[in-house]
């Protein structure tokens, strides 16, 4: 089944304790991105990936690391967590060129 | 100014009735508009994309893009409970990049 899958669903965790949320996808799709949804905000873009070892900011990275050294992993660092980070992270992938992106199903972090 | 700006809702509609979902836009040079449907505690998934302006139309959904006024609307027909969740319009801007409205929260009574 072509999907993407997030690790952990759900995290609590403390200032300053260094995290990380893994996403993964079996499509082959080159394109990958992280988006973080708050209530009125709508879905907002953390990094993209536009292939292996290429990343970009998006729209909200400060606080935020990524890494693609494979095609089909793309986790999600946060060296040092802030409440402000409390969030519904969403994974992405696409192949390039095509518009629809597939969602993995949520990643709930909440930073105390 | 946002790029994307949708009410919020939530939309309360009995079951049957022509939902219209809305968002404007400020850039008029975005030409992609999407729709996605996200479930309550799920991803969001692609509905329905058109390109430049006009309709297009899928079962009971229609995608409607006016370009003169930078807006966009879908159009649900016959709405059935099944249709609640978050709608959310998505355009393509900058850099191939998504950017996403705030979400209407829409609610099918039955």
């Known amino acids: 089944e072509a999907q993407v899958t997030q690790n952990p669903r759900y995290l609590i965790t403390v200032t300053g304790k260094k995290l990380t949320v893994t996403c993964s996808q079996n499509m082959n799709h080159e394109y990958m991105s992280w988006y973080r949804q708050d209530p009125g905000l709508g879905l907002r873009q953390i990094y993209y990936s536009m292939n292996v070892e290429v990343t970009d900011k998006g729209d909200v990275p400060e606080g935020y690391k990524v890494s693609r050294k494979e095609k089909r992993n793309f986790p999600l660092i946060l060296e040092s967590p802030s409440p402000n980070q409390t969030s519904l992270y969403f994974c992405?992938?696409?192949?390039?060129?095509?518009?629809?992106?597939?969602f993995g199903p949520g990643t709930r972090l909440t930073v105390t | 100014q946002k790029e994307v700006e949708q009410d919020p809702g939530p939309l309360s509609v009995p079951e049957g009735a022509i939902v219209s979902l809305n968002c404007t836009y400020s850039n008029s040079a975005f030409q992609y508009f999407m729709w996605y449907r996200q479930y309550s505690r799920k991803g969001p998934e692609l509905l329905m994309y058109?390109?430049?302006?006009g309709n297009k139309e899928d079962g009971r959904f229609t995608a409607q893009v006016d370009k003169s006024s930078k807006y966009i609307s879908l159009f649900i027909r016959d709405s059935q409970p099944s249709d609640s969740a978050t709608y959310l319009c998505a355009i393509i801007t900058g850099r191939r990049a998504l950017t996403f409205g705030s979400g209407t929260r829409l609610q099918v009574q039955p």
């Open positions: 058109t390109y430049s302006s």
């Open positions: 992405a992938s696409r192949s390039t060129g095509i518009f629809e992106q597939y």
